[in-house]
């Protein structure tokens, strides 16, 4: 009895499908286990036939046919043509490199890409080494014209105050003489008449030649101090000169802005530190956010697919959720060759302007997709690509057990076709199972 109860418990278990956990059942006395012992091969045998036979003649139901679902909708279908390209501000401010004595000068620093700057930051700096001893040299000239010209000026100034005092001691020598002279001739003996005349004429010429030396004097004085203070001026202008083009060597953002660093007029990347500049090229720059641009890259082997004034949709890499409508604005006529690891590449440029920017998350530089809208079709029984089989003769429904009825189509995209048709015939023609 109780090896019966153990049987039935576990062919109950196999039958439900549920794991046998032999522990859990309650197993008959010893006295019957010892009567049964022969058996126990062949129960064991006989519980795992059952099992099979149970599992063996076990209904499965039948798969019930899936039906593909229909997908049939009313929109606009549309000849989309995909471009990808990089975001552009339509205004921007560039800070280039000055003119400098030297034609190329190297890039000792640049502020990080990015970077949101207010007026005055320095953005840039050039190497200013020899500048720097230059104007170290220009100073110390300076320091000497300065010295060179004070001492002058001090001794020309000594100069000129012996020649006024040798003028004035020889005009107080002929005012003398001239009162000598002015002695009426009727009270002097003639010979010393003549001798106080002569004397009066070598007073007055010694005086003449006095006032000359001094004026001489001043007008010396006047052309070297002249001549000084030129040449101290002109190394005062170099130093000033030389201050300027060394401040000049740190570009500052003349207004607050974000910053992006210039693409290198050669090679396909933006400057870095280290890079040798020239006079009057742009290092760095400060777009204007509130207007933007998406530049594109139309393969030449595509010439004519996108033209000026289509319609085009713009998704940046960054925010696929947005987008941001616009249109073709121009298209180079002219392809541009660039080399690449698997040889030269010519592509056109394309410029899509878009109708609003967002300058709290667009940044230039950024990558988009464009997709160009070449034509349209609104209001039409569109129904996804993949639930047709298109083919020479035609278009058919592709249904899970074969093949569907067939279906006219006007036109379609590489997702979609549309329809062709009364709508409410289609509709149940496509909703059919």
Not at 14 to 24: I, K, M
Not at 198 to 209: D, P, V, Y
């Amino acid at each position: 009895m109780g090896q019966a109860l153990y049987n039935d418990a576990i062919e109950q278990r196999l039958t439900v499908g549920t794991p046998v956990s032999f522990r859990r059942l309650k197993r008959p006395g010893p006295h019957v286990m010892q009567r049964q012992r022969p058996r126990s091969a062949s129960l064991a045998i006989a519980a795992c036939a059952l099992f099979f036979a149970r599992c063996g003649s076990a209904t499965v139901p039948p798969a019930t046919p899936r039906t593909a679902p229909a997908g049939l909708h009313r929109g606009t279908l549309e000849d989309r043509f995909l471009l990808s390209g990089e975001l552009h501000a339509v205004r921007s401010l560039k800070l280039i490199v000055p003119r400098t004595p030297t034609w190329s000068i190297g890039l000792k620093w640049l502020a990080q890409e990015g970077t949101r700057v207010k007026a005055g930051d320095p953005v840039a700096q050039l190497d200013n080494s020899s500048i720097l001893s230059s104007l170290e040299d220009k100073r110390q000239e300076l320091i000497e014209a300065e010295l060179q010209l004070q001492k002058t000026r001090s001794e020309l100034a000594i100069q000129r105050s012996q020649k006024s005092l040798e003028a004035l001691r020889k005009k107080n020598e002929r005012d003398k003489a001239r009162l000598d002279a002015d002695v009426p001739e009727k009270l002097r003996a003639p010979r010393d008449y003549q001798e106080k005349q002569l004397t009066l004429e070598k007073a007055q010429a010694a005086l003449s030649k006095a006032e000359r030396d001094l004026r001489e004097a001043q007008q010396q004085e006047a052309t070297q101090i002249g001549v000084l203070s030129i040449q101290r001026e002109k190394v005062r202008r170099q130093v000033l000169r030389a201050e300027a083009l060394l401040e000049s060597l740190t570009l500052r953002a003349p207004q607050p802005g974000i910053l992006i660093h210039s693409q290198h007029p050669w090679e396909e990347r933006t400057w870095k530190v280290g890079d040798t500049v020239q006079p009057g090229m742009a290092v760095v720059e400060l777009p204007d956010l509130s207007e933007m641009y998406v530049e594109a890259r139309l393969s030449d082997l595509d010439d004519g697919e996108a033209l000026p004034g289509m319609p085009a949709r713009c998704r940046l890499d960054a925010l696929p959720n947005r987008v941001f409508p616009g249109r073709i604005a121009s298209v180079n006529g002219v392809a541009d060759e660039i080399t690449t690891w698997r040889g030269i590449v010519r592509s056109f440029r394309v410029r899509v302007d878009l109708e609003q920017s967002d300058p709290d998350l667009m940044r230039p530089g950024m990558s988009a997709k464009v997709e160009v809208i070449r034509s349209s079709l609104p209001d039409r029984l569109l129904l996804p690509r993949a639930l047709l089989e298109i083919g020479a003769s035609g278009a058919r429904l592709v249904r899970a057990d074969g093949r569907g009825p067939d279906v006219l189509i006007e036109a379609c995209s590489s997702l979609e076709c549309a329809l062709v048709g009364d709508p409410a015939k289609v509709t149940a023609l496509v909703s059919a199972p």
